[in-house]
């Protein structure tokens, strides 16, 4: 078997699907397999002995697990520059005075806890800071790159909110910035994402003939000078991309290509670049090469978060108003503080709402008044081609090292698991594609061909929990199950000329020294002519979408408790959501009742009060958990609003999957002689009660 030392170079290999080449057509990802352990697991545990004991130890091993994570992600990146040339690319835009903009996921950069220093909510909802650092050190080390060539911007949803509550904990009194909040420190105040400790392992990391120093750009994070990015000389600056309304002059509205939703959207002139044939600004804001980096994670919407979403979501300001004042374009509640970008369509129906209440219309009739458009999918596609309209060349550069699930948020229902993984590429569509590949994929490849499903996906399987009545109870067994062929997100992106879905995989595996490869799209490593695949162990779903996510396991379950309860919950469901009537409900298929948009508007309203009052993180909660349990049975509300009902029975099935994996068994007081626990579920009756008191109470 013939085979050198490059990564991906392999000939003829053998695996379950035969004797096959791998994979050498489409678009190349870069991949390395690393030690989560010997990664960034732990760090925010070891930043709280730096912070609160002065522990020069616990950062010494902070640097040790960076520096790991800087050398083994060259096994991702090596091979990518191999394939593509892309710093030939980056180097002949830097000589035209653009800068490398990292744009990370800090979705709720509530990462470092104000008081306590250990980890946040947000620890599991962000890209990680010290894979930031390694990813910044090697563009440096590597390609040569200035600290002061660099900066970092983004948009996150809860960041303004944020600044705004650790002003008020702030025991030195002064006010916080969103940048500084991005820092992670102010003064003596710590909290936040963690930047600042970015800087600190950079300046560490500097050789003695180095003339940038990563330290420069802090005091402008922490005093809240703005400089244009083209004025940057020698310092690395961090960029709120939210902020327009406070200088309109750093926002440009941009037309879309073939957009669906819009046809133009603003957005931040670091990101983008000056206006076309004004030198002066030109010359201020010259354009970036963007640096993708986001957070593998589940989400509540769309099939996962990664490239396409990073960009599609996250790249929209919250505050910006083209009529002015806080009238926000693509984001709610209209105050000072916006909490959720709930006014950009997260679903193809789209209700108008009440200003006051958030709550949709309805006609005469009684039907909510709802709009048609192209969703999440359309949303986010159409922002991203407005960025590749205006010659901005992206590369994207996935962390998984621990991956997000369950939550992409950073709730207390969010949990990490340990892949160790890093993907690259220049083309977003392919590397989002291997990703949902590897994320909703835990069945060997043997296993999935034996199980012979139908479809494009359908040797990249699930196993799924199926609910199964047998002698009255509800007992599970295991099934399959494919959340990708339920997805349509990166065919439109591939139609609409974001990328290709088809890829080849070049790197290697740091833990065994084995390169990687993909064969038919599965990703795998090589040795002597084998190919063994890597598969995940988890089961990824988030908890707000699991009728979506699992399909399976959702429909068995109702069908289960309507044959013992004589209901009809499986039923009503697919009314409410199958709009095609085929028995199945896509990522696109979220009803014609607003549920996503009268959700942001509950969010957005948690947010913001969060953010301007006092008691914000104890009224809010309270406020949105009730509002929604209100319009989820039309018997709590005096309009008789059903807005989420259906919606809230999918949450309530995940309830009931919890409930079934309780390590004691307990009779169901709403169904007599049914047991629930040690896999037997409970009926729907007793999963809503619990349901009830989750939302009211917590987990």
């Known amino acids: 078997m013939l085979k050198n030392d490059s990564p991906g170079t392999e000939k003829l290999v053998d695996s379950p699907l035969g004797v096959r080449n791998p994979d ?6 870069g991949v390395v397999r690393m030690d989560p352990e010997r990664s960034y697991a732990g760090i925010d545990l070891l930043l709280r002995q730096t912070i609160n004991r002065e522990d020069g130890s616990a950062w010494d091993k902070i640097k040790t697990k960076i520096d790991y994570t800087y050398e083994n992600i060259d096994m991702a990146l090596a091979p990518l520059q191999e394939k593509t040339g892309f710093a030939m690319e980056i180097r002949a835009r830097m000589e035209r005075g653009r800068k ?109 003939d180095d003339g940038d120093d990563p330290m420069r750009g802090y005091d402008e994070s922490v005093t809240g000078r703005y400089i244009p990015p083209g004025r940057v000389r020698d310092r690395l600056m961090v960029y709120d991309l939210n902020r327009i309304y406070d200088d309109p002059s750093k926002g ?51 099939l996962l978060t990664n490239a396409i979403k990073n960009l599609g979501i996250g790249l929209y300001p919250m505050q910006y108003a083209k009529e002015g004042g806080c009238t926000w ?80 948020q ?64 509800i007992v599970t067994r295991t099934g399959f199950d494919c959340p990708l062929s339920r997805d349509i997100c990166l065919d439109r992106a591939q139609e609409r000329g974001l990328g ?27 040795e002597d002519g084998v190919f063994s695949e890597l598969i995940t162990h988890a089961l990824y779903f988030d908890v707000f979408k699991i009728p979506w996510d699992l399909q399976v396991t959702t429909f068995k379950y109702l069908e289960a408790v309507d044959t013992l309860a004589g209901s009809s919950f499986n039923k009503e469901f697919l009314q409410a959501f199958d709009e095609d009537g085929d028995g199945i409900v896509t990522y696109e298929e979220m009803g014609k009742k607003g549920l996503a948009t009268v959700s942001l508007h509950f969010g957005g309203e948690l947010v913001s009060k969060l953010g301007t009052e006092e008691f914000g993180y104890l009224r809010s909660r309270f406020e949105q958990q009730a509002g929604m349990l209100k319009i989820s049975d039309p018997s709590r509300n ?62």
Request: hydrophobic residues 40%; contains cysteine; negative net charge.
């Open 100 to 208: 490398l903009l990292f744009k990370p996921n800090l979705v709720n950069p509530l990462c470092i806890h104000p008081q306590t220093h250990g980890p946040a909510m947000g620890n599991t909802a962000c890209t990680e800071w010290p894979f930031m650092a390694a990813l910044m050190r090697w563009f440096h080390d590597k390609l040569g790159i200035s600290y002061h060539q660099m900066a970092v911007g983004e948009a996150p949803t809860v960041l303004t909110a944020a600044a705004n509550l650790f002003s008020r904990l702030n025991p030195e009194g002064t006010a916080l910035t969103p940048e500084a909040v991005i820092e992670g420190k102010s003064g003596s105040f710590y909290g936040g994402w963690g930047f600042y400790f970015v800087r600190r392992y950079l300046a560490d990391s500097l050789g003695p």
């Open 500 to 526: 290709q879905k088809s890829y080849c995989v070049v790197g290697r595996d740091a833990i065994t020294g084995r390169s990687l490869a993909s064969l038919e799209g599965h990703l795998g490593a090589v």
């Open 329 to 408: 374009d693509y984001s709610n509640p209209h105050n000072e503080v916006p909490g959720m970008k709930g006014r950009i369509p997260h679903q193809v129906w789209i209700p108008e709402l009440e200003p006051e209440t958030g709550l949709p219309k309805r006609d005469p009739n009684g039907r909510y008044i709802v709009t048609k458009t192209g969703g999440i999918t359309a949303t986010m596609i159409d922002i991203i081609e407005a960025v590749n309209s205006q010659g901005i060349f992206s590369i994207h550069i996935v962390d998984a090292i621990q991956a997000t699930n369950l939550d992409h």
């Open 638 to 699: 005096a309009h008789g609003h059903d807005v989420l009902k259906e919606y809230a029975c999918g949450f309530e099935c995940g309830v009931a999957f919890k409930m079934s994996q309780m390590e004691t068994e307990s009779p169901d007081p709403f169904m007599p002689g049914l047991i629930w626990g040690k896999g037997k579920w409970p009926g729907l009756d007793l999963a809503r009660f619990a349901a009830l008191g989750i939302a009211f109470y917590g987990q």
């Open 24 to 29: 050498s057509g489409g678009s190349p990802v």
């Open 252 to 302: 440009r509205e941009v037309k879309v290509p073939n957009g669906v939703n819009y046809k133009s959207i603003t957005l931040h002139k670091a990101v983008i670049g000056g206006t076309p044939g004004d030198q002066a600004d030109l010359e201020d804001y010259p354009g970036c090469v963007l640096i993708n980096v986001p957070k593998l994670k589940v989400h509540c919407y769309t």
């Open 410 to 473: 950073g709730t207390d229902m969010a949990q990490k698991e340990s892949e160790g993984l890093v993907f690259a590429a220049l083309d977003p569509v392919a590397v989002d594609h291997l990703c949902a590949r590897y994320m909703f994929k835990n069945v060997p490849l043997k296993e999935a061909l034996e199980a012979d499903m139908d479809g494009d996906e359908g040797l990249f399987l699930q196993a799924v929990p199926v609910p199964t009545v047998e002698d009255k109870s």
